[in-house]
């Protein structure tokens, strides 16, 4: 029993104790979903109801043809929702390896391109890739993508659909006419774009397109590549056990994957953030921050806020104490923060290391954004001060 919110009483068979209990805490307030988003009703049903299945989906019995069924089912679903045949969806552990996959596969013995602002999924996977610029707003040079194409032999493109850190979406429909021009290839990351803006394979005109579960709502642990049927026949990262048609190997986690397609089923698009996003913009503005990449077409749930003076940790602690979940602009699995590639490849100069991203999840409210605008309001005249304190800074509140 709690007393008070300082004092409660917790009892053993022998005893009463009063112990001094924490101050009750407001429940946290998430805009972190483009790191995770919060798992959808639909899809924790789902996983519920798959989890009852007992069976591999590899096996010829019963309960094996009871988890494929469900397998199958999901593939059907997230095919139809983003633009492929379900013959062409590779299931995944998670964007990571769709990417990954994808560069693999359809990079071999081709020169590969990739955007400045690809995720370290692409960078990664692709080491010694030719980057094709960005301008100030995070928008691809079509320009010298062509440039690129033209002066030399056939290569693999990645371009991602939409920026983790900024929202920008890239003009990948353009890019994909300019590759086939020249006998490239495109691949794109759609991690964060699906589920939040229009996303389908087949008007985009790619080769590849990666998706993952738990950026739209599903559990994390299950992604997809979706090839052209032109290139639908890839050979595996994994080989094991010839799953997925040979072309990814392992026992894939039925219940994890049929949440990823309900909560795909689950997701429209998110322009209903829109209005809340752009609410929690003009309370930081009035703070001093400065909105990168704001002219461009953006995702709906998406902005990175730069305070200029003051370092992006120091202000995602200061949030985070005050209940409020965001990011900085890249955060490693350490934990720790480095400064932003994709804001140095836009010209951001030092701004790429001043810089949270705040991304609203699929149930965000206005009282979320009310509630951040008084937290980044007070983060911002403290640490403000502080900084100038320290002679490092000049603005003040
Ligand atoms: N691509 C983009 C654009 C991402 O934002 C992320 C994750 O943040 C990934 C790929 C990797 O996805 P996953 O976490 O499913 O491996």
């Not at 009463?16 to 995770?36: E, F, K, Q, S, W």
């Not at 960005?134 to 939409?162: E, F, I, K, Q, R």
């Not at 994957?257 to 998110?270: H, K, L, V």
Request: charged share 20%; aromatic share 2%; hydrophobic share 50%.
């Amino acid at each position: 029993m709690q007393l008070a919110g300082t004092v409660g009483i917790v009892s053993d068979d022998r005893a009463h104790y009063i112990v001094r209990m924490p101050p009750p805490r407001p429940p946290p307030v998430y805009l972190d979903a483009n790191a995770t988003e919060p798992l959808r009703p639909d899809a924790r049903v789902a996983i519920a109801a798959a989890l009852d299945v007992t069976g591999n989906p590899s096996s010829v019995h019963g309960a094996g043809r009871a988890a494929r069924r469900i397998m199958e089912d999901s593939r059907e679903a997230l095919a139809a929702r983003f633009g492929a045949r379900p013959a062409d969806l590779v299931f995944t552990s998670g964007g990571t390896e769709a990417d990954a996959l994808a560069i693999h596969a359809l990079g071999s013995g081709r020169r590969l391109i990739i955007g400045a602002t690809e995720h370290d999924a692409v960078c990664a996977a692709a080491p010694g890739a030719a980057v094709l610029p960005v301008d100030h707003n995070g928008t691809a040079d079509l320009d010298a993508l062509a440039s690129l194409l033209a002066g030399g032999p056939p290569a693999l493109v990645c371009l991602m659909l939409a920026n983790n850190e900024t929202g920008a979406i890239q003009p990948v429909a353009d890019a994909a006419r300019l590759c086939d021009r020249y006998g490239a290839r495109l691949h794109v990351d759609a991690v964060q774009a699906a589920g939040r803006m229009a996303t389908d394979l087949r008007v985009l005109g790619a080769d590849s397109m990666a998706i993952s579960s738990h950026k739209l709502g599903g559990p994390a642990g299950a992604g997809a590549l979706m090839l052209a049927s032109a290139v639908s026949s890839i050979a595996p990262l994994i080989a094991g056990g010839g799953q997925e048609r040979g072309r990814r190997g392992g026992t894939p986690p039925v219940a994890v994957i049929a949440g990823f397609a309900a909560a795909a089923e689950a997701s429209g698009d998110a322009d209903v953030l829109a209005p809340l996003r752009d609410a929690a913009e003009r309370a930081a503005v009035a703070r001093g921050a400065v909105v990168c990449g704001g002219a461009a077409p953006r995702l709906p749930n998406t902005t990175s806020l730069a305070l200029p003076g003051v370092r992006a940790d120091a202000q995602v602690i200061a949030l985070d104490l005050a209940g409020v979940a965001v990011s900085a602009g890249a955060a490693c699995s350490s934990g720790k923060v480095a400064v932003s590639h994709v804001l140095q490849a836009m010209g951001l100069g030092p701004l790429a290391g001043e810089a949270i991203r705040v991304s609203l999840p699929w149930n965000a409210t206005m009282a979320d954004v009310e509630a951040f605008a008084v937290a980044y309001s007070r983060m911002a005249v403290r640490l403000a001060r502080e900084t100038s304190d320290a002679g490092r800074r000049t603005f003040v509140d």
